[in-house]
C-alpha cells in the first residue's frame, strides 16, 4: 500500500522521464536522451500517472501531447528538477559554501572595487565571487544574491546595512567647456548646460542649497551611469555632478577639471548590505570585514573625503 507522502514524492526517475517526455514532445526522443528504451519511458509514464492518479499526456496516432493537467506539472517539475541539479552539482564540487553572489553598483564596481579584488582574491582563493551589476532595492532571495554594495540610505527592508563611505560631490566639467563658458562664481553654473543623473534628481538642488543660492534649473541631459556622464563631460556638453572618487583617472589626467571648487556630503552613502539571514555566513562576513579594510585604506588617498 503506498502511502499519501510517498504518492506525493514520485521517484526521480519518473519525473525525469516526464520531463523529457514534456520537452521532446516524444517517447523515443525522450529514450534517446535518458539512454533508455522506449518502452522503459512509456512504463516510467505509465506508473507516474498512476500513482499521480491524473493523466498527464493524450496519446493519439499523430502523436503524444501534454493534458491540461500535465502542463502545470511540467511547469512545476522543470523547476523543481532545476533547482535539484543545481544543488548536486554544488554538493559534488564542494563550493557552495564558499561562494559569495555580490550585486555591484555598475561604476563603482568597475572603477573602484574591481582595481582592489586582486587583494581579496589573494587572501581568500577559498571564496569564489560572482558578480551581478544591481541599482535599486531588489529582492535577494529572487535574484539568487547574497550581499550587495548600495548607494542611498541604510534603509534596506530585511537586511542589515553596514556604513562604508560617504559620498562628496561637485561640479565637474572639460578644460575646453570651461575656457568657453568662464565661471567665476557659483551663481555662473546657472546659466550652463547642467547635467543630471536620473538616479540623483535633487543632486544639482542640494549643491546650489548648500551655498544659499537658489535651486538649480531643471533642464539639462539625463543619464543613467556615472561612466555616461563623464564622457559626456570629456565631449564638452556641459557640467556635471560628480563623486569625485569616481572619476580619479580624468581629474588626474586633467580630461575632467572643477568647474568650482565647493565639495559636498552627498545625502546618499555607501552600504554593505546583506539579508538578516545571511549575514553571519563565512563568505558574507569574510568580504564584509575586508570592505571595511579597504575603505579605512582609501581614506588617505587623494579624493576621498
Not at 7 to 26: E, I, K, N, Q, Y
Not at 241 to 261: D, H, T
Request: proline residues 6%.
Amino acid at each position: 500500500m503506498i502511502t499519501a507522502s510517498r504518492r506525493l514524492l514520485p521517484s526521480t526517475g519518473a519525473l525525469a522521464a516526464f520531463d523529457a517526455v514534456a520537452r521532446l514532445g516524444s517517447f523515443s526522443g525522450a529514450a534517446d536522451e535518458l539512454s533508455l528504451t522506449q518502452g522503459a519511458v512509456s512504463r516510467q509514464i505509465s506508473g507516474l500517472e498512476d500513482q499521480l492518479g491524473v493523466l498527464l499526456f493524450e496519446r493519439s496516432s499523430r502523436g503524444v501531447g501534454l493534458t491540461v493537467a500535465g502542463v502545470d506539472y511540467a511547469k512545476s517539475i522543470g523547476n523543481a528538477l532545476s533547482l535539484i541539479r543545481s544543488a548536486s552539482l554544488k554538493a559534488m564540487t564542494k563550493t557552495h559554501n564558499d561562494q559569495l553572489n555580490l550585486a555591484i553598483l555598475p561604476t563603482f564596481g568597475t572603477r573602484w572595487l574591481m582595481p582592489r579584488i586582486p587583494r581579496f582574491v589573494e587572501r581568500h582563493p577559498e571564496i569564489t565571487l560572482n558578480f551581478a551589476t544591481r541599482i535599486g532595492v531588489f529582492d535577494f532571495e529572487k535574484d539568487g544574491l547574497d550581499m550587495a554594495i548600495h548607494i542611498g540610505l541604510p534603509d534596506w527592508p530585511g537586511a542589515e546595512c553596514t556604513f562604508l563611505m560617504d559620498e562628496m560631490v561637485a561640479p565637474v566639467a572639460s578644460p575646453a567647456f570651461l575656457a568657453s563658458h568662464p565661471v567665476a562664481g557659483a551663481e555662473d553654473l546657472r546659466a550652463l548646460p547642467l547635467l543630471h543623473m536620473a538616479s540623483r534628481p535633487g543632486a544639482w538642488n542640494h549643491w546650489f542649497q548648500s551655498l544659499g543660492l537658489r535651486d538649480a534649473p531643471s533642464q539639462g541631459m539625463r543619464f543613467e551611469q556615472f561612466s555616461s556622464v563623464a564622457q559626456a563631460c570629456i565631449a564638452g556638453l556641459g557640467v556635471a555632478l560628480m563623486p569625485l572618487f569616481l572619476i580619479e583617472s580624468e581629474l588626474r589626467n586633467g580630461e575632467i577639471v572643477q568647474a568650482f571648487p565647493h565639495q559636498v556630503r552627498s545625502p546618499s552613502a555607501y552600504y554593505a548590505v546583506a539579508p538578516v539571514a545571511k549575514t553571519d555566513s563565512r563568505p558574507v562576513s569574510v568580504f564584509r570585514e575586508w570592505l571595511v579594510e579597504e575603505i579605512g585604506r582609501y581614506r588617505d588617498e587623494p579624493y576621498f573625503a
